[in-house]
């Protein structure tokens, strides 16, 4: 049997906030293959996030295992690129260091990172602003910028948490497009955060659902069309199937995506 | 033509910035002299800024030296008060032990009046530059220690966590991140301690010196000339715009991004 990407097993969490338990994850169970493209929807504070915070090893779960290409994830950080919900570049580095960080962390040599970061600036239409500083940027080039540093570190296996979230809708469309066109020429394993369910469909391979607080997966949905896919799809009776499959499921978790809408960033996610 | 222009907008945008201070200054002290000439004012009163400036012509010999011992021990001082406030702030970032001792001791010390602390130090260090030297560094570490301890404890705790998920250790998470972020925070304290700097050492000049712009004033003061000790009253404002400045200079080359324009405000 071929070693999943990432294999997470009986996994929960729970924490104190203001002397109360939270349950945060209840017994989730995930595999995502070598190369697939998996996306995680549902509602704010379902704990996505902190699922994806355990897999970075930034978070220490109360039970269960997480492992990255077999190796356990819990407590050690640096076995996978992990893109937060906001672009965290760093405003003392230019565009290009920003981009080296993950090689330089890795310990590659500062002048060997930048040149192989330098590289992929066309790739990830940022030529010309590798001099540039981050404020100087706008939001889809610094997303840009975040995911390239995020290609960039060492690591088969992204965990993209939101990456678009902060983006208006025509530039996320846009987003979409490029990356799938990026992954077509680096390919990677990703297992991608969001609460949009059109993006996680156009995107992924696989959908899961997950329910609210405490978060549980409820749903598996396969994206019923191959990789490449046009922004047109959205509005063919397969995807408008598959998206009403997702949204079902959401709706039996107990929340709906307005409430998802209203509380962007879960306390303790 | 395109540098003159350059030069001219230069020029008119300084007018711009301190056009409004330099006119009030020169309001008052045309006041000043008017004030001293109208009501006779005696000159070891009140000297008139003409009087002063024939104060300054007369003794022009004898400053370079003084001006160069207190910039001398302005500079040092400065220096080792900075090295001592970031020692002293990494240890109290770091290591919360260190800080529930240290801070509230480093506050007190800042409560002792400096004209009690100098002639201790002069006694200690003799008449030197090495007291003088002591007495700014004492003053200008505080401000830098309090600052960066402050920036250091403030790193964005997302982008530790960022470093931290590439593997990143502790000193890595120091350098590509806590440092940067806590280098502003720091040049602010210098900045205070820079202000001061100049005072400090006339302070520690004041007590016993041979050389310096704080001996010209006791020499000044014990031969009633009023108008000399206000020579060195502009003089240290001076050096201390001059010091200010130069550290500005230097955050402004260690902290770039700090001074980034963004396109909506160059235009």
């Not at chain 2, 109208?38 to 010999?61: C, M, N, Q």
């Not at chain 2, 210098?190 to 016993?208: D, F, M, N, R, S």
């Amino acid at each position: 049997m071929v070693t999943p990407a990432v294999r997470v097993e009986g996994l929960e969490h729970t924490f104190r906030q203001k002397g109360r338990e939270v349950r945060a994850l209840d017994r989730v169970d995930l595999e995502v293959g070598e190369g697939e493209f998996v996306a995680l929807v549902g509602p704010s504070g379902c704990g996505k996030s902190t699922l994806l915070r355990v897999l970075a090893g930034l978070l220490v779960p109360t039970g269960g295992s997480a492992e990255v290409g077999g190796v356990s994830a819990v407590g050690r950080p640096g076995l996978v690129a992990f893109m937060p919900q906001k672009d965290l570049l760093l405003p003392w580095r230019r565009a290009l260091a920003n981009a080296a960080l993950g090689l330089e962390v890795h310990g590659v040599p500062r002048k060997e990172a930048r040149a192989r970061a330098r590289a992929l600036f066309g790739v990830f239409g940022l030529e010309g602003f590798e001099q540039a500083w981050p404020v100087q940027m706008s939001g889809g080039m610094r997303q840009r910028l975040a995911l390239l540093r995020t290609f960039l570190v060492p690591s088969r296996v992204l965990l993209l948490d939101e990456p678009f979230g902060a983006l208006d809708a025509i530039t996320r469309r846009g987003m979409h497009a490029w990356l799938q066109a990026v992954l077509a020429l680096e390919p990677r394993t990703v297992l991608l955060v969001t609460h949009d369910v059109e993006e996680a469909l156009v995107l992924a391979d696989r959908v899961v659902v997950m329910s609210p607080r405490p978060g549980r997966l409820v749903e598996e949905v396969a994206a019923p069309f191959p990789r490449a896919r046009e922004p047109g799809i959205v509005t063919s009776p397969g995807f408008v199937a598959a998206k009403a499959r997702v949204l079902a499921a959401l709706g039996e978790g107990g929340g709906t995506l307005a409430e998802a809408g209203e509380e962007r960033r879960a306390p303790g996610a | 033509m395109r540098v003159l222009q350059g030069a001219a907008r230069g020029v008119s945008r300084a007018a711009g910035a301190y056009g409004p201070s330099a006119v009030l200054l020169a309001l008052l002290v045309v006041g000043w002299e008017a004030w001293v000439r109208v009501f006779d004012t005696r000159p070891y009163i009140l000297p008139a800024p003409s009087r002063i400036w024939e104060g300054f012509w007369g003794t022009k010999g004898l400053l370079p030296e003084h001006i160069r011992t207190t910039l001398a021990e302005a500079v040092l001082g400065l220096g080792f008060g900075a090295a001592a406030g970031v020692a002293i702030a990494v240890l109290v970032a770091g290591i919360p032990l260190v800080r529930r001792v240290l801070m509230p001791l480093l506050v007190v010390s800042q409560t002792v009046p400096m004209v009690v602390l100098a002639p201790l130090l002069i006694v200690w260090f003799g008449f030197g530059m090495t007291p003088k030297v002591v007495v700014v560094a004492l003053w200008g570490f505080f401000p830098v220690a309090v600052a960066t301890a402050d920036g250091l404890m403030h790193a964005d705790r997302e982008m530790v966590g960022l470093v931290r998920s590439m593997g990143g250790n502790r000193l890595q998470v120091l350098r590509y991140i806590a440092v940067p972020a806590a280098l502003p925070a720091f040049f602010s304290g210098l900045k205070i301690a820079a202000a001061y700097a100049v005072g400090g050492a006339v302070v520690g000049e004041w007590i016993g010196a041979s050389s310096g712009l704080g001996l010209y004033i006791t020499r000044a003061q014990t031969s009633f000339r009023v108008d000399r000790v206000f020579v060195a009253v502009v003089l240290i404002a001076l050096l201390s715009m001059l010091l200010f400045a130069a550290v500005h200079m230097l955050a402004r080359l260690a902290t770039p991004w700090m001074y980034v324009k963004t396109e909506e405000e160059t235009t």
